[in-house]
C-alpha cells in the first residue's frame, strides 16, 4: 500500500469553526489531491498541488484553502466550517502529473459539521 | 470540460454470475487514461483496471475486464464469477492531459450488491 495517512479519520466540528485535515505521504510523489466524496455526486477535486507551495483550485474550492510547505504534507482547510461541508475526504497523490500515472488515495476523513 | 456518466446508481448479481457496469464519457482529448475504482465499505479506493485510449485491446485482469469503444466514448466493466467480496461502489473515472495536473475526473458511481 501506498504510504498515505489522513488525519483525522472522524471529526465532529461545530458550523463556523475552522478545521485542518491533514494529508501525510512517505512516498516522495510531486503531486497531490483533496476530493470531497458526497452521495449522487462521486469524487470531486477540491484542490490540487503539483510541488512545494504550488497549489491550483479543482472545480469545488469554494470556501476551502491549501497549503504544501513540505513535499509530504498537504492541509485542507475550512476557514468556517458549514454544515455543506459535511462530506468524506480523500487525498490522493501521484509521482508525476502524466496521464498514464497511477494515483493512489488515502482513507478518508469522515467530516461531519453541526 | 471533461464528463463521466454511470448511469446505473445500483446493480445487483448473484454469486457466480457476471454483471456489466456501464460508463460513458465525453472528451475533446485524444490522449487519456480510463479506470475502474472499487469502493468497499472500508472506504479504500483500490484500483480495478485501467485502459489506454490509443490501445485498440481491451484491458483485462483475472475476472475483471473491459469493453472499451472509443468512438462511442463507451467504457464499461465486466466481472466474472462474482464473488462476496466484490460487492461495492464502483467508479468510473478519466484522467486526461489537461493542465498542470492530470486530475482524474469520477463519474457518480454504481453500488454493486452481490447476492447467494
Known amino acids: ?114 | 470540460a471533461q464528463t463521466v456518466t454511470q448511469s446505473q446508481p445500483e446493480m445487483s448479481v448473484q454469486e457466480a454470475e457476471t454483471v456489466t457496469l456501464s460508463c460513458t464519457y465525453d472528451t475533446s482529448e485524444s490522449d487519456y487514461y480510463l479506470f475502474w475504482y472499487k469502493q468497499p465499505p472500508s472506504r479504500q479506493m483500490i484500483l480495478v483496471i485501467r485502459q489506454e485510449a490509443y490501445k485498440q485491446q481491451n484491458a483485462t485482469e483475472n475476472r475483471f475486464s473491459v469493453n472499451f469503444q472509443k468512438a462511442a466514448k463507451s467504457f464499461s466493466l465486466k466481472i466474472s464469477d462474482s464473488q462476496l467480496g466484490d460487492a461495492a461502489m464502483y467508479f468510473c473515472a478519466y484522467r486526461g492531459n489537461t493542465g498542470t495536473a492530470s486530475k482524474l475526473t469520477f463519474g457518480t458511481g454504481t453500488r454493486l450488491q452481490v447476492t447467494l
Open chain 1, 1 to 114: 500500500d501506498a504510504g498515505i495517512t489522513q488525519s483525522p479519520r472522524h471529526k465532529v466540528t461545530e458550523t463556523g469553526t475552522p478545521v485542518t485535515l491533514r494529508c501525510h505521504q512517505t512516498e516522495n510523489h510531486r503531486y497531490m489531491y483533496w476530493y470531497r466524496q458526497d452521495p449522487g455526486h462521486g469524487l470531486r477535486l477540491i484542490h490540487y498541488s503539483y510541488g512545494v507551495k504550488d497549489t491550483d483550485k479543482g472545480e469545488v474550492s469554494d470556501g476551502y484553502s491549501v497549503s504544501r510547505s513540505k513535499t509530504e504534507d498537504f492541509l485542507l482547510t475550512l476557514e468556517s466550517a458549514t454544515s455543506s461541508q459535511t462530506s468524506v475526504y480523500f487525498c490522493a497523490i501521484s509521482l508525476t502529473g502524466g496521464v498514464n500515472t497511477e494515483a493512489f488515495f488515502g482513507q478518508g476523513t469522515r467530516l461531519t459539521v453541526v
